[in-house]
């Protein structure tokens, strides 16, 4: 069975975020610290940050992170950077200060409407051939930017929305395409910013709609003997198609309990085919965080 690497995703080391954050807070150094302890006891050497993280590249960058091993580091642009060259380049070089690092795994714009704007592709091009970057990708949202970005031969990496519920892509041609051009594919999002792991009815309070979907999801993974967490996890990380599962935690026991969770890939089979045929054409209102 193919199975994707993990990445962890420092959004939460960085911000109070997510609908399911166990702290409340933002962690201190100290909490963070001991995360990135854990990830890195556990074999994770790939770590996804952005520059709208809130502190989560200094984070890192006190860690020193980028001195660890094999590290591979992915961040990605802010949002709102003019289209202007040199402020994009600029930019590179302030979130490698950050991370005091000497050059990024991958450089992703961080929305996709950034690859219609000629300075800032041009920037963003102009860093991987000066060694700021090894690779550069998007971070994308809906389906049609997916595929637009696959087909963009400067692009070498993409981040893409996918979970048990969101499954636009699997019939959109986008993975056949990726491995054809050979695509590093980053998959965020498994546990759908945490409402997988809620019960039905908390579910529904604060995603009006969900309550059905995620009591069939937690009924087909409890069939198979998979608690939520684990069968979210394992959906993407079973996809043959997915190269690194980006996830986050709050604290470290909570990293610890998602490194458990590879153990059970390979008895995975059964419940992975029942899930992908119980979820189709789910709202887009349930599907799209923003939109909560």
């Known amino acids: 069975m193919n199975r994707a690497q993990l990445c962890l995703g420092t959004v939460q ?6 609908i399911k954050n166990v702290l409340g807070r933002r962690p201190t150094y100290t909490e963070s610290f001991a995360v990135l302890d854990a990830a890195l006891e556990a074999g994770i050497r790939s ?10 590249e200094e984070v890192l960058g006190c860690y020193g992170l980028a001195q660890e091993e094999n590290v591979r580091i992915i961040s990605k642009l802010r949002p709102d950077l003019p289209n ?10 302030e979130s490698l200060y950050r991370l005091k690092a000497q050059k990024l795994t991958c450089l992703m714009l961080h929305r996709a409407s950034d690859m219609d704007r000629s300075a800032i592709m041009e920037a963003l091009c102009r860093a991987k051939k000066l060694g700021l970057t090894d690779t550069i990708g998007v971070s994308v949202y809906e389906p049609e930017d997916a595929v637009r970005t696959v087909e963009d031969v400067r692009f070498d990496a993409i981040q893409i929305p996918y979970n048990v519920l969101d499954r636009r892509l699997d019939s959109s041609g986008f993975f056949r395409k990726a491995k054809e051009r050979r695509i590093t594919v980053y998959a965020r999002s498994a546990f759908l910013q945490g409402l997988l792991l809620m019960e039905p009815e908390s579910a529904e309070r604060k995603v009006p709609g969900s309550e059905a979907l995620i009591r069939l999801f937690r009924e087909i993974a409890e069939k198979y003997g998979f608690i939520p967490a684990e069968a979210a996890m394992l ?40 899930l ?14 923003s939109l909560w």
Do not use: W
Request: net charge negative; aromatic share 10%.
């Open 47 to 56: 770590f996804d940050t952005a520059r709208v993280y809130g502190m989560a």
């Open 235 to 274: 959906y993407s990380l079973t996809h043959p198609s997915i190269d690194y599962v980006v996830f986050g935690v709050d604290t470290a026991e909570q990293l610890k309990e998602n490194i458990k969770i590879l153990q059970k890939a390979e008895q995975f089979d059964h419940c992975c085919e029942e």
């Open 276 to 289: 992908r045929s119980a979820f189709h054409d789910v709202p887009r209102e349930i599907i799209t965080p």
């Open 84 to 93: 202007d060259a040199g402020a994009v380049l600029h930019e590179v070089k």
């Open 13 to 18: 080391l960085g911000m109070n975020y997510g």
